[in-house]
């Protein structure tokens, strides 16, 4: 009846759905704060580690073992290296807002056509997966690593989240970054890669643990190849520019 009060059942159902919105609300808020946390301070400083780090030296194959990684600045990184890892990953790095969605959708259509599915992740979204959270093609994680995706496009430059790629990228067997997998692999520095030698360290960013740097195999060296040929239509180094 109009104006009737509430029965004690009903004000019950009223006060548990409050309760669970002013959670879900609370909650919200606060894994915004945290992961704001987690995203800014590494806007400048260099991570100690990463997720993907961690969960190499304690689930990695033969047991527990440290792993290699070495943080090294952007302008201490061999600028072909850089375009190498562009041309093999993500071209439109630079113009795209953390999702590449012709990437995207080209991947959905190949699958339709039954080439099989085929990953479409740019570099800001495999920075944000190793960086934070773990492998996995759940819904939870995939989630998450778009949370964290517009998180670093918002609060990084472009040139902060290459640098980052380079840096934790695995390379090898528990390598991590431009830096030690340079001297790991090709006893060099990271400023002193050659084209080559930086489309090989590309070629291999797949699947780090079937495609080897030191014994690179024939889809390796094709790979190879086919980046060098990527990083010259690109234009060279001078493409780079689009990301200061």
Known sequence: MPGSKPTPRRRIKRSIVRSLFGFLCKSAIAFGLVSILLALPVRWLPPITSSFMVQSALFGSGGLRPYSYQWQSYDK?????????????????????????????????????????????????????????????????????????????????????????????????????AEAASQRFLSINANQLSQEESALLAAVLPGPEIYFVDRPSSTVLSRQSWILQQMYQLGGTEYLRKIQ
């Open 77 to 177: 990184i061999a600028p072909s290296l850089a375009l190498a890892a562009i041309a093999a990953e993500d071209q439109r790095f630079p113009d795209h807002k953390g999702f590449d969605l012709q990437e995207l959708q080209d991947a959905l259509e190949e699958g339709k056509a039954g080439e099989g599915l085929r990953g479409a992740s740019t570099i800001s979204q495999q920075v944000a997966k190793n960086l934070y959270l773990w492998s996995g093609r759940n819904f939870v994680r995939k989630g998450l690593e778009a949370w964290f995706t517009v998180l670093i496009e918002w609060l990084w430059s472009k040139q902060r989240i290459l640098e980052m790629y380079l840096n934790v990228a695995q390379f090898g067997d528990r390598v991590f970054g």
